[in-house]
Structures are given as structure tokens and as C-alpha cells.
């Protein structure tokens, strides 16, 4: 009984001190909301915390509970802690790593173009090199290194670690967590970009606050990651959210994943350039085809009006299950207006009228720096909750 007891109690103890880790200074009352523990429980944990050293009052004061007029209540944060973290982003076709402190402020940044899909353990080879020279960058060694937080452009099985088949054809067999820790020497932590994609907004983007919440990426292919009160949902095997592959034509285009009309094979960033560039006498990249959505290109808002409301179908039944107060759009093609009213008008249409009336839709913040931004904040909450 009393072993049970202790592990609740460090449990809760990983709860608070993570939390302060993504979020920075928070209330009592605000740990308390966010954990779910009552506030006895938590003033007693962050009393134990403050003695033994690992956190502390700030000399701040925030803003009473839903702008009452009572007196602005003290905030504790984490010690300032040693050492530093890495965040590694892998995309399709890019590797962008940053250096950062252990409040998760960057230090060091870098980004490089690379053929990822094809080349798994060459890309590793690469981050491991890039990680070194921002380290010295920022002035840390690699003994102040304590973990690292890394995004891969696919599912994760929760079981083995590894990326699901087919879907990086030049990473099967690979473990990317374990390759990249046997390069570097620390723990490192991986996760999908949805996911990822998700943890950084919720922590400092456009879904901070909220417990709830979708976050959909549109890119060169489409994924979700979900928050159910305020944690990450990775499901039984760490694939929920994989709504890129729900089927929607079954007579349509092989996709990678080896089933036939899947929602990204219909709606990708590449599939929208491809649809544009018949009608269009230049290049189109999708900064491009933004900016002529902005001139008022009527075919371009067709285009993105039409695959928002391709996305917001797939996305009105998982409201439908999941009752979401937010739905946060991201990805290259994630600040269109048509796109995100095209998901709107979806979830409108096809989601049940409270569900669809309860939740909003609204554009990501953190742009391309989402993915290194959440793989940051895995590894300074995995540090923190050690």
C-alpha cells in the first residue's frame, strides 16, 4: 500500500514539474486546473518541490482565475536548471535542429534541405552532425546535453519504436529514437509531426489554454494530432490521429500506405500545386500559390475552398467522436483562409450541430517551426519529469 502510494504521489510530482517545464511560471490554482489534482494536493506537492530545491516562488504575480477582481496569485516555476536540450525536426525533405536551454529557450538553430524519405540513416548521420555544431554554438558541451526530442514525418508503433512500413521507404527496419541515441549518447525521445506538431501549439501557439483540441497538418501528406485534456492521444499503438489515410475514393489513387483513395492522395500540398499548375504559366510552390490567393486568383481559392472542405469531411466525424473545442490548421498550406473556411464549412455541414457549434477553427501560429518547437518541449518535459 505504501509503495502504491509513493508512486501516485511521484506521478503527481512529474505531472506538476512537466507542466512547468512546456508552460513556464503557472499559479497553484492554475496547476491544480490543469492536472486535475485538487489544490490541497498540489500546494503540498509544490511545497515538498519548493524544499527540495526544484522549484521555486517567483516574484511575479499572475492574473486572477477568469479575470476576478481577488489578489493576483503568487507563481512557481521550475529552478533554474543546467544543462540544455536538442529538438530535431525531420520532414520529407528537410532536417531542421535546434539547441535550446532547459526552459526551452533556443539557443541554435539550423535548417538543411535533404532527401529524406530515401536515405534514413544518412539523415540521422546528418541531425547527429548538425546537433554537435549548434551545441558548441550555443556554448554547450556535449556532457551539458540531457535528452533530445525528435519529429519524424510518420507514425511511430508505440510497440516496437519503429516507423510504419512503406511509409518512409529508405527508413524500414530503422528505429530512429535508438539510432539517433546510439550517435549522440542521450536519451532521446521520438514522435510523429502531427503529434508534435500538436504538443507546440498547445504549449505556445494557438491552442495554449485550451485541453481539447485537433491539430490537422496539411502538407505533403495529412495527419493529426490530438489532446484530450489537455495530453497527447497516441492510441493502443501510437498511430490515433492518422486521418490522412481514412479512405475517401475507393477507386482512387494508390497511396503509400498501400490502400487505395486515402484523404492525402486527394489532398496534399503536391496534389493542390499539380491541380493549379495546369491552369497557372509559372512554378507553382505553395508560398506561391498563398500569395496568389491573397491577389484574389479565383482558381486558387476554388482549389483550397475545395480541399478544405475535402480535409473538414474526415475532420467532422472525428468532432463527432471526440467533441473538440478547437480544431488548429497547420502545415505549409495551413494560413489559407479558403482552406480553413473550406474545414468549416465541412465540420458545419457534417458534424451534429452542438458538436459543430462548440468547436472552432483557426490557423496554427508557429508556422514550419511547430515540429522543432514540440520536439523541444518532449524532451525538456521528459527531462523534467525524470
Same mark, same amino acid.
Given at each position: 500500500m505504501a509503495g502504491s502510494l509513493e508512486r501516485l504521489r511521484a506521478g503527481n510530482r512529474r505531472a506538476i514539474t512537466s507542466l512547468l517545464a512546456a508552460e513556464g511560471p503557472m499559479s497553484r490554482a492554475d496547476l491544480a486546473r490543469r492536472t486535475g489534482l485538487s489544490r490541497t494536493t498540489v500546494s503540498n506537492l509544490v511545497a515538498a518541490l519548493i524544499a527540495s530545491g526544484q522549484v521555486t516562488e517567483t516574484a511575479d504575480r499572475g492574473t486572477p482565475y477568469k479575470g476576478g477582481s481577488g489578489r493576483p496569485p503568487l507563481l512557481v516555476a521550475l529552478s533554474a536548471p543546467t544543462g540544455g536540450v536538442v529538438g530535431v525536426d525531420v520532414g520529407h525533405g528537410h532536417v531542421r535542429v535546434a539547441a535550446a536551454d532547459r526552459t526551452g529557450t533556443v539557443l541554435a538553430e539550423e535548417s538543411a534541405a535533404f532527401d529524406v524519405d530515401a536515405h534514413g540513416a544518412d539523415t540521422l548521420d546528418r541531425a547527429a552532425r548538425m546537433a554537435r555544431t549548434l551545441l558548441r554554438t550555443a556554448g554547450l558541451s556535449r556532457s551539458d546535453l540531457q535528452a533530445i526530442g525528435m519529429c519524424v514525418p510518420a507514425p511511430l508503433d508505440r510497440r516496437s519504436a519503429r516507423i510504419r512500413t512503406g511509409i518512409l521507404p529508405g527508413w524500414q527496419d530503422l528505429n530512429p529514437g535508438a539510432e539517433l541515441e546510439r550517435r549522440m549518447g542521450v536519451p532521446v525521445f521520438a514522435d510523429n509531426d502531427a503529434n508534435l506538431g500538436a504538443l507546440a501549439e498547445l504549449n505556445h501557439g494557438a491552442a495554449r489554454g485550451v485541453s481539447d483540441v485537433v491539430y490537422v497538418k496539411v502538407a505533403s501528406g495529412v495527419?493529426?494530432?490530438?489532446? *484530450?485534456? +489537455? =495530453?497527447? /492521444?497516441?492510441?493502443?499503438?501510437?498511430?490515433?490521429?492518422?486521418?490522412?489515410?481514412?479512405?475517401?475514393?475507393?477507386?482512387?489513387?494508390?497511396?503509400?500506405?498501400?490502400?487505395?483513395?486515402?484523404?492525402?492522395?486527394?489532398?496534399?500540398?503536391?496534389?493542390?500545386?499539380? *491541380?493549379? +499548375? =495546369?491552369? /497557372?504559366?509559372?512554378?507553382?510552390?505553395?508560398?506561391?500559390?498563398?500569395?496568389?490567393?491573397?491577389?484574389?486568383?479565383?482558381g486558387v481559392r476554388r482549389v483550397l475552398s475545395d480541399t478544405g472542405r475535402t480535409v473538414g469531411r474526415a475532420l467532422a466525424d472525428l468532432c463527432n467522436n471526440l467533441n473538440p473545442a478547437l480544431v488548429v490548421v497547420g502545415g505549409p498550406l495551413g494560413t489559407s483562409t479558403s482552406l480553413r473556411e473550406g474545414v468549416r464549412a465541412a465540420i458545419d455541414r457534417y458534424a451534429q450541430p452542438d458538436t459543430a457549434a462548440a468547436v472552432s477553427v483557426v490557423p496554427a501560429e508557429l508556422g514550419d517551426r511547430a515540429e522543432v518547437s514540440g520536439a523541444i518541449a518532449l524532451a525538456v518535459a521528459r527531462v523534467a519529469a525524470a
Amino acid at each position: 500500500m505504501a509503495g502504491s502510494l509513493e508512486r501516485l504521489r511521484a506521478g503527481n510530482r512529474r505531472a506538476i514539474t512537466s507542466l512547468l517545464a512546456a508552460e513556464g511560471p503557472m499559479s497553484r490554482a492554475d496547476l491544480a486546473r490543469r492536472t486535475g489534482l485538487s489544490r490541497t494536493t498540489v500546494s503540498n506537492l509544490v511545497a515538498a518541490l519548493i524544499a527540495s530545491g526544484q522549484v521555486t516562488e517567483t516574484a511575479d504575480r499572475g492574473t486572477p482565475y477568469k479575470g476576478g477582481s481577488g489578489r493576483p496569485p503568487l507563481l512557481v516555476a521550475l529552478s533554474a536548471p543546467t544543462g540544455g536540450v536538442v529538438g530535431v525536426d525531420v520532414g520529407h525533405g528537410h532536417v531542421r535542429v535546434a539547441a535550446a536551454d532547459r526552459t526551452g529557450t533556443v539557443l541554435a538553430e539550423e535548417s538543411a534541405a535533404f532527401d529524406v524519405d530515401a536515405h534514413g540513416a544518412d539523415t540521422l548521420d546528418r541531425a547527429a552532425r548538425m546537433a554537435r555544431t549548434l551545441l558548441r554554438t550555443a556554448g554547450l558541451s556535449r556532457s551539458d546535453l540531457q535528452a533530445i526530442g525528435m519529429c519524424v514525418p510518420a507514425p511511430l508503433d508505440r510497440r516496437s519504436a519503429r516507423i510504419r512500413t512503406g511509409i518512409l521507404p529508405g527508413w524500414q527496419d530503422l528505429n530512429p529514437g535508438a539510432e539517433l541515441e546510439r550517435r549522440m549518447g542521450v536519451p532521446v525521445f521520438a514522435d510523429n509531426d502531427a503529434n508534435l506538431g500538436a504538443l507546440a501549439e498547445l504549449n505556445h501557439g494557438a491552442a495554449r489554454g485550451v485541453s481539447d483540441v485537433v491539430y490537422v497538418k496539411v502538407a505533403s501528406g495529412v495527419g493529426a494530432g490530438i489532446v *484530450l485534456g +489537455g =495530453r497527447l /492521444h497516441r492510441g493502443a499503438t501510437g498511430i490515433a490521429g492518422e486521418i490522412g489515410h481514412v479512405q475517401v475514393d475507393e477507386h482512387g489513387l494508390v497511396c503509400r500506405c498501400g490502400n487505395r483513395g486515402c484523404l492525402e492522395t486527394v489532398v496534399s500540398s503536391q496534389r493542390v500545386l499539380d *491541380l493549379l +499548375g =495546369r491552369a /497557372h504559366d509559372e512554378p507553382l510552390t505553395t508560398d506561391r500559390v498563398l500569395e496568389l490567393e491573397s491577389e484574389g486568383d479565383a482558381g486558387v481559392r476554388r482549389v483550397l475552398s475545395d480541399t478544405g472542405r475535402t480535409v473538414g469531411r474526415a475532420l467532422a466525424d472525428l468532432c463527432n467522436n471526440l467533441n473538440p473545442a478547437l480544431v488548429v490548421v497547420g502545415g505549409p498550406l495551413g494560413t489559407s483562409t479558403s482552406l480553413r473556411e473550406g474545414v468549416r464549412a465541412a465540420i458545419d455541414r457534417y458534424a451534429q450541430p452542438d458538436t459543430a457549434a462548440a468547436v472552432s477553427v483557426v490557423p496554427a501560429e508557429l508556422g514550419d517551426r511547430a515540429e522543432v518547437s514540440g520536439a523541444i518541449a518532449l524532451a525538456v518535459a521528459r527531462v523534467a519529469a525524470a
